[in-house]
C-alpha cells in the first residue's frame, strides 16, 4: 500500500512548496506536482500519471480538494477511477477519506462548494475588468506569444504546424493571431 501525494496551483508564479511539505508530513512515499488549472481534468499530466499508477490498497491525497479540481464532476469522477482501482482518496484539510461511507458524502459536499466557488471567483474577476474598463485603466491580460514573430513566420511562408511547434503553442493559437492580424487588432 502506497500513499501518493498530488499537489497543484494555477499559475507558474504560484508556490508548492507548503502542499508538498504537508503531504511528506502525512507519509507520502511518491509525490506529483504541477502547475496547471484545476478547471478541469485536460492538461493535468501528473494527476493522470497517479491515476494510472494506483494499485488496490493505494492512497490518494491531497491537502485540499479543490487541489483535485473545481468542478464536481471531475472530482466525482476521480473518486470513482480511484475506487475502480480498489484505491482511497484522502484529503487533509478537512480530514476526510473514502474509506468510510460518510466520507463519499462530505467529499461530494466539498466538491459542489469548491465548484460554487471557482464560479464566484469568475463573476468577480468578471466585475473587476468590467470597473476597470469603464476607467479606462483595463489593459488586458499580456501576451504569452510574440505574436509579430509569429507573423514573420507566416510571412516566411512557414506552415501553421511549424510555427505552432516552434512558438510552443497550440495551431489555434497560430490561426487567431493570424485572424487578428488581418482584421487590424494585432
Do not use: W
Not at 481534468?41 to 497517479?50: H, N
Not at 516566411?156 to 489555434?172: H, L, T, Y
Amino acid at each position: 500500500m502506497s500513499r501518493i501525494g498530488y499537489a497543484r496551483v494555477s499559475t507558474i508564479d504560484q508556490d508548492l512548496d507548503t502542499q508538498i511539505a504537508k503531504l511528506k508530513a502525512e507519509g507520502c512515499g511518491i509525490i506529483r506536482s504541477e502547475k496547471v488549472s484545476g478547471a478541469s481534468r485536460f492538461g493535468r499530466a501528473e494527476l493522470a500519471t497517479i491515476i494510472d499508477f494506483l494499485r488496490p490498497g493505494d492512497e490518494l491525497v491531497v491537502t485540499r480538494l479543490d487541489r483535485l479540481g473545481r468542478d464536481t464532476r471531475d472530482v466525482l469522477n476521480l473518486i470513482h477511477e480511484c475506487e475502480q482501482r480498489e484505491a482511497f482518496v484522502t484529503v487533509l484539510d478537512p480530514h476526510v477519506s473514502t474509506r468510510g461511507d460518510m466520507g463519499h458524502i462530505v467529499l461530494t459536499v466539498l466538491g459542489m462548494v469548491a465548484q460554487m466557488e471557482r464560479r464566484f471567483i469568475k463573476e468577480r474577476q468578471r466585475e473587476g475588468i468590467e470597473r476597470a474598463k469603464s476607467q479606462g485603466a483595463y489593459q488586458g491580460g499580456k501576451a504569452r506569444i510574440d505574436h509579430q514573430r509569429v507573423l514573420e513566420l507566416i510571412r516566411a511562408e512557414m506552415g501553421v504546424s511549424d510555427i505552432a511547434g516552434i512558438m510552443k503553442c497550440s495551431r489555434m493559437q497560430v490561426y487567431r493571431i493570424l485572424r487578428g492580424s488581418l482584421e487590424g487588432t494585432v
